[in-house]
């Protein structure tokens, strides 16, 4: 769910604000800037992926009570690019999608926080489990780690955004929960196999494409 045109109050949009500045700090920080410089591809791989999402984000559904549905592909991103260089790249997505559609630029920060940080984390949380409890696989990276993850971080961030929008007063709970979410579920299992798609293609034919995926790791035996 989209969070872009949902009232927040005051409070909520300083917190985001100061959390997603401090994330952001993070990110310009530990991002390899000098290997980027050092590989137009690599440039080039990570300009496209951030239009291919402003693209993405911008096939959506508006459901009753302008309630706002659409894929985010930001875990893929995080698989793909890194955490530092996804979360950048996710901060752009926001503000341009926001100055497209013309929602309120004061909720960028939690629309980040939300739909960028957090199924980026639930993805590279999935990659660090799955690299210390099971066997070092390709299908255990591209099924348990680009499919499942991806989804689980899709699911996450929805369910936390109907949270959000329950909070803030625009709709009752009940509604959100029983009327809206279970569309949620539809939509992890498209985030899974668009994902998990396109990541098993790249790492196939161009893993360079791919920060988190390792072939001394995967493809070692």
Same mark, same amino acid.
């Given at each position: 769910?989209?969070?872009?045109?949902?009232?927040?109050?005051?409070?909520?949009?300083? #917190?985001?604000?100061? !959390?997603? *500045?401090? /994330? +952001?700090?993070? &990110?310009?920080? $530990? %991002?390899?800037?000098? @290997?980027?410089?050092?590989?137009?591809?690599?440039?080039?791989?990570?300009?496209?992926?951030?239009?291919?999402?402003?693209?993405?984000?911008?096939?959506?559904?508006?459901?009753?009570?302008?309630?706002?549905?659409?894929?985010?592909?930001?875990?893929?991103?995080?698989?793909?690019?890194?955490?530092?260089?996804?979360?950048?790249?996710?901060?752009?997505?926001?503000?341009?999608?926001?100055?497209?559609?013309?929602?309120? #630029?004061?909720?960028? !920060?939690? *629309?980040? /926080? +939300?739909?960028? &940080?957090?199924? $980026? %984390?639930?993805?590279? @949380?999935?990659?660090?489990?799955?690299?210390?409890?099971?066997?070092?696989?390709?299908?255990?990276?591209?099924?348990?780690?680009?499919?499942?993850?991806?989804?689980?971080?899709?699911?996450?961030?929805?369910?936390?955004?109907?949270?959000?929008?329950?909070?803030?007063?625009?709709?009752?709970?009940?509604?959100?929960?029983?009327?809206?979410?279970?569309?949620?579920?539809?939509?992890?299992?498209?985030?899974?196999?668009?994902?998990?798609?396109?990541?098993?293609?790249?790492?196939?034919?161009?893993?360079?494409?791919? %920060?988190?995926?390792?072939?001394?790791?995967?493809?070692?035996?």
């Amino acid at each position: 769910m989209d969070v872009a045109i949902v009232p927040l109050a005051a409070a909520w949009v300083v #917190l985001s604000t100061v !959390a997603s *500045v401090v /994330l +952001l700090l993070w &990110a310009v920080w $530990a %991002a390899p800037w000098r @290997g980027l410089a050092a590989s137009s591809e690599a440039v080039h791989v990570w300009y496209g992926s951030i239009f291919a999402l402003v693209v993405l984000w911008s096939v959506r559904a508006v459901l009753q009570d302008g309630i706002v549905i659409h894929l985010l592909g930001t875990a893929g991103f995080a698989l793909a690019a890194g955490a530092p260089l996804a979360l950048i790249g996710g901060a752009a997505v926001v503000v341009i999608s926001a100055l497209v559609h013309g929602t309120p #630029l004061a909720n960028a !920060a939690t *629309v980040f /926080l +939300l739909s960028v &940080a957090m199924p $980026a %984390a639930t993805a590279l @949380g999935a990659l660090r489990l799955t690299q210390r409890l099971l066997p070092p696989n390709f299908f255990v990276y591209t099924l348990a780690v680009c499919f499942l993850g991806s989804a689980a971080g899709y699911g996450l961030a929805g369910v936390a955004s109907a949270t959000v929008i329950a909070l803030s007063g625009v709709l009752d709970a009940r509604t959100i929960f029983v009327d809206y979410v279970p569309y949620l579920l539809y939509l992890a299992f498209g985030e899974g196999t668009l994902t998990g798609m396109l990541l098993t293609l790249a790492v196939v034919y161009r893993p360079q494409w791919v %920060a988190t995926f390792d072939d001394g790791f995967y493809l070692s035996k």
